[in-house]
T-cell receptor
Framework: SQTIHQWPATLVQPVGSPLSLECTVE??????LYWYRQAAGRGLQLLFY??????ISSEVPQNLSASRPQDRQFILSSKKLLLSDSGFYLC????????????FGNGTRLTVT | AQSVTQLDSQVPVFEEAPVELRCNYS??????LFWYVQYPNQGLQLLLKYLSGSTLVKGINGFEAEFNKSQTSFHLRKPSVHISDTAEYFCAVRNSGYSTLTFGKGTMLLVSP
């Protein structure tokens, strides 16, 4: 069966420091991969998605970036964190079929101080 | 473009009472509809999905939803809620031609004894 791993679970970082969040999927190949951010009362905001290795689509201009160095690995990064980057970050995947649902990781709670 | 409106940010209800969480979507083409549940500090878990066929779909934990094309709605219902149903519920839509899922802002279901 397929599983998704996301780490770390919580992270406290100072303003201006770099960020790297990692997400991997097991038990499938060529998944569509997604990064969402969830801020209180604002629902889920799609940040990036990828339909294949090296293919990244950005939904919202940010100081964040994403990379997909391997088929089942999706990384969210920042060179310099801002206070406004605090939030709950969720990685998700789905098969390539258009009617397939998203499957989420357990999320990373990021606090920028 | 696709959008989702969840009209209620919070729904308080007593245990064993019925509940309906409302969801309306905006789309000009055929859609796939989903409901997810999120417990505190966790990722989202798929409750149910509408892809095609019968407009009444049943999901996990005794929840069901009805797709109403004329009213562009996909309301979630449960005839008798439990304390353990306390969580945030998200409605989501994807147009058949899109790779991305658009989420509503969520409805917090608060079940009290």
């Amino acid at each position: 069966s397929q599983t998704i791993h996301q780490w770390p679970a919580t992270l406290v970082q100072p303003v201006g420091s770099p960020l790297s969040l990692e997400c991997t999927v097991e038990g499938t190949s060529n998944p569509n991969l997604y990064w969402y951010r969830q801020a209180a009362g604002r629902g889920l905001q799609l940040l990036f998605y990828s339909v294949g290795i090296g293919q990244i689509s950005s939904e919202v201009p940010q100081n964040l970036s994403a990379s997909r160095p391997q088929d089942r690995q999706f990384i969210l990064s920042s060179k310099k964190l801002l206070l406004s980057d605090s939030g709950f970050y969720l990685c998700a995947w789905r098969p390539g079929q258009p009617n397939s649902p998203l499957h989420f990781g357990n999320g990373t709670r990021l606090t920028v101080t | 473009a696709q959008s989702v409106t969840q009209l209620d940010s919070q729904v308080p209800v007593f245990e064993e009472a019925p509940v309906e969480l409302r969801c309306n979507y905006s789309s000009s083409v055929s859609v796939y509809l989903f409901w997810y549940v999120q417990y505190p500090n966790q990722g989202l878990q798929l409750l149910l999905k509408y892809l095609s066929g019968s407009t009444l779909v049943k999901g996990i934990n005794g929840f069901e939803a009805e797709f109403n094309k004329s009213q562009t709605s996909f309301h979630l219902r449960k005839p008798s809620v439990h304390i353990s149903d306390t969580a945030e519920y998200f409605c989501a839509v994807r147009n058949s031609g899109y790779s991305t899922l658009t989420f509503g802002k969520g409805t917090m279901l608060l079940v009290s004894p």
